[in-house]
């Protein structure tokens, strides 16, 4: 039984209604700001000219060693399958429907049209034709690679045979512009100095000076300073990266080269323990010797920090 300090039943109900309504318009208003302002991000355009970079077209040796890159290392064949033809990467209601395109001049390519030059803006700088910034496609990882395996890698995806394959455009979902506008979701061509001269890259080899060129590629989910932590925008149940500089506590200062070697070709840890294969090891089994040579000089002497750092 109500007593008479209570609200009347009825007019609680009218209390709730009106608590409603302001929960549904500040929800509104918060969604429309966060579609509004994630989209201005999308919608951005970057002016981009890059230098132009020599594409060794009819090098057979160097179109290897790009089919090579684009297999292993820099796992385009992760986003855009394994004969380049695009795959959806992403599709969950909350982050989107995120397909890397056809990258083969068959039925559904978005590159048939491209010049030398586009391929240089998307790959390095992570921006469209149109100049609108690439979603989830990770350029910060390819920005720091030379001429000489940008060029490679160019020159084998121009020669690819044609395979017919449409791929949805890209939507961004709800969660996914939250964490944008947070901070925790970025894109490449937000990141990069498009205007930066370019480094002087040393030439592939099994040297440190090139292992810091290669290590690009692990900072996306390892960090910047390759201490580990979580991975920004992964799903929830994806492990944290571990920590890769020679921390002896954390990191991989105890390991040897051999232990290092051993988690790239069968993603095992030093005490036996399996991976999970969100570190990319099944890629990274076909590493060259020369290149795991080249990451392991490199890693050795990078500043040691606790995990999680990033
Ligand atoms: C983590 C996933 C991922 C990886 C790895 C990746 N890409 Fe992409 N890539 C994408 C997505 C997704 C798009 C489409 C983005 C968009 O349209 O906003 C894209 C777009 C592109 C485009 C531009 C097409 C256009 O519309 O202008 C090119 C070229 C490209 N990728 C090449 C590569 C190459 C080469 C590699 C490896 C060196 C690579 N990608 C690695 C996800 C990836
Ligand atoms: C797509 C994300 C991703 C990329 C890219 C990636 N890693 Fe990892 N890596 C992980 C995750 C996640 C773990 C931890 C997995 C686990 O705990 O099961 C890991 C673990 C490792 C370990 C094991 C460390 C230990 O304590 O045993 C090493 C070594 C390693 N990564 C090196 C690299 C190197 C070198 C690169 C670049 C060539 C790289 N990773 C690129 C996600 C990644």
């Excluded at 007593?3 to 039943?9: E, I, L, N, Q, Y």
């Excluded at 490679?152 to 020669?159: N, R, S, Y």
């Excluded at 571990?242 to 005490?271: H, S």
Aim: hydrophobic share 35%; net charge neutral; with cysteine.
């Amino acid at each position: 039984m109500a007593t008479d300090s209570a609200p009347k039943p009825r007019r609680l109900w009218r209390w709730l209604v009106y608590l409603a309504l302001a929960l549904f318009f500040l929800g509104a208003a918060g969604t429309t700001t966060v579609y509004a302002l994630s989209t201005s991000r999308l919608n951005q355009r970057y002016d981009v000219t890059p230098r132009p970079v020599f594409i060794p077209d009819d090098d057979p040796r160097e179109i290897a060693r790009g089919r090579y890159l684009a297999s292993t290392l820099m796992g385009c064949v992760d986003c855009h399958g394994d004969n380049f033809a695009g795959r959806v990467v992403v599709n969950d209601p909350a982050i989107g429907l995120m397909a890397g395109p056809n990258l083969t001049r068959g039925k559904g390519s978005r590159t048939r049209d491209f010049h030398d030059i586009d391929w240089v803006r998307a790959i390095r700088h992570g921006v469209a034709k149109d100049g609108r910034p690439l979603v989830l496609m990770p350029a910060t990882d390819f920005n720091g690679f030379g001429d000489d395996d940008l060029g490679a890698v160019i020159a084998f995806l121009k020669q690819l045979p044609p395979v017919d394959n449409e791929t949805p455009p890209i939507s961004v979902g709800p969660l996914a512009r939250v964490l944008m506008l947070a901070g925790e979701i970025t894109l490449s061509a937000e990141l990069i100095d498009h205007e930066a001269e370019r480094p002087i890259t040393p030439p592939p080899g099994p040297t440190r000076e090139y292992g810091k060129v290669l290590a690009n590629v692990c900072t996306g989910c390892h960090g910047f300073s390759f201490s580990g932590g979580k991975i920004p925008g992964a799903p929830p149940e994806w492990p944290a990266a571990r920590n890769i500089t020679p921390d002896k506590a954390t990191g991989i200062g105890t390991y040897t080269f051999e232990d290092f070697r051993r988690v790239l070709r069968e993603g095992k840890r030093k005490n036996g323990d399996q991976l999970s294969e969100v570190m990319p090891y099944k890629l990274y089994k076909d590493m060259s010797e020369d290149d795991i040579t080249a990451l392991w000089l490199y890693l050795k002497t990078v500043e040691p920090k606790p995990a999680g750092g990033r």
